[in-house]
């Protein structure tokens, strides 16, 4: 018989995928690694077992302890999936910003959520990051995770998603490129892929209200550049210690509408239902394309699945109201006349 022993033994080896239509004016090849085949539906369970399973290594995570995390969503979703496995309690603290879904979610598989204002500064005591920090000290017997810092993220992007890009494309790829939030995921296949050959180019996605593609270029910490916006999973107001800048090459910034936009156009003209995040990485290819070449393979990875987008991005009346449809049907006329 062939089974898995647990959940959590499903997760990896996701696939990787041609674009063929909204890529079709790249020259390069563009193929996706579309995550949404972990069991958390999301790439995010990677680093949520690697973040548990070295803590319990270490000794701070204990047996029958409580594990504390500011999540927006899919970190929750795979941390929940490892608690159950190992018998763990779970505490989400997410900003008010997140889909309800992802909220739903949560709560789904067990997980006491906390929903905090976004619009506040990241050391206001009503914040996400205050929150959580601060139920870490009031909870007896918890840990908390701090995936914005915690090294075990970037090295589950290291050791499995990095080897798996590698592997899937021969050692082909030229250019991978990916939505940037906490960093785990771009610094950990960064630094593989360029340990296996420095001519990989990394490009990071950022967001327009986030503080990375400035900081990349200047070195300032530019507060200027911080203001509220809709895309979700990436851009910060702070330089977690898991952005490793020195394996990036370039970030590019991608709108709030252009995500969303793109996003859309993935499932309807690839067959592809995946996150916010892939919109805003698809499109930045696009911002990019007169740096690739023929020969150039690009890898793009989708971090998660449409399912949690269904009340906002997927849904016609959330985009009329924020004047984001006008583009797609520039779109879908672009494609009557292909
Ligand atoms: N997209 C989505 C949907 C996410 O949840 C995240 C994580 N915040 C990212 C992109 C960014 O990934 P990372 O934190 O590894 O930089």
Redesign the pocket.
Same mark, same amino acid.
């Not at 999540?71 to 970190?75: H, K, L």
């Not at 990916?178 to 950990?188: E, K, W």
């Not at 996150?275 to 892939?278: D, I």
């Given at each position: 018989m062939k089974y898995y022993n647990n959940i959590l033994e499903t997760i990896g080896n996701t696939p990787l995928v041609k674009i063929n239509k909204i890529t079709k004016d790249v020259k390069a090849l563009v193929l996706a690694k579309v995550e949404t085949t972990n069991p958390g539906n #999301?790439?995010?369970d990677r680093?949520a077992l690697q973040m548990i399973e070295d803590a319990e290594a270490d000794g701070r995570l204990k047996p029958g302890g409580t594990v504390i995390e500011g999540?927006?969503?899919?970190?929750g979703m795979g941390l929940a999936l490892a608690c159950i496995q190992k018998g763990y309690k779970l505490i989400c603290v997410l900003s008010d910003k997140q889909s309800k879904e992802k909220m739903d979610i949560l709560r789904a598989v067990g997980a006491e959520v906390h929903v905090c204002p976004t619009n506040v500064e990241p050391d206001d005591p009503r914040s996400y990051y205050s929150v959580s920090k601060r139920l870490a000290t009031e909870v007896p017997n918890s840990w908390y995770v701090n995936?914005?810092d915690n090294p075990s993220?970037?090295k589950a992007?290291y050791l499995t998603t990095g080897p798996e890009i590698w592997e899937q494309t021969e050692g082909k790829i030229t250019h991978f490129v990916?939505? &940037? !939030?906490?960093? !785990?995921?771009? #610094?950990?296949v960064g630094k593989y892929l360029k340990e296996k050959n420095p001519d990989i180019k990394i490009w990071?996605i950022d967001t327009y209200g986030s503080v990375f593609k400035k900081y990349h270029e200047t070195g300032i910490f530019d507060e200027n550049e911080i203001y509220p916006y809709i895309t979700? !999973?990436?851009g910060e107001d702070i330089l977690?210690k898991? &952005?490793n800048f020195d394996v990036i090459d370039k970030f590019e910034k991608v709108t709030d509408k252009d995500a969303a936009v793109y996003q859309r156009r993935l499932a309807k003209e690839e067959g592809i239902f995946v996150?916010?995040? %892939?919109g805003? %990485?698809i499109k930045g290819i696009l911002q990019l394309k007169d740096e690739l070449k023929e020969d150039d393979v690009v890898v793009v990875l989708f971090?998660?699945h449409g399912s949690?987008y269904v009340g906002k991005m997927f849904n016609d009346d959330w985009m009329r109201d924020r004047g984001f449809l006008d583009e797609e049907k520039v779109c879908a006329e672009d494609l009557i006349k292909d």
């Open positions: #999301s790439v995010k680093m999540t927006s969503g899919n970190t995936q914005y993220n970037t992007h990916v939505g &940037v !939030g906490t960093g !785990g995921t771009i #610094s950990g990071g979700e !999973g990436i977690p898991n &952005v996150g916010n995040s %892939a805003s %990485a971090h998660d949690r």
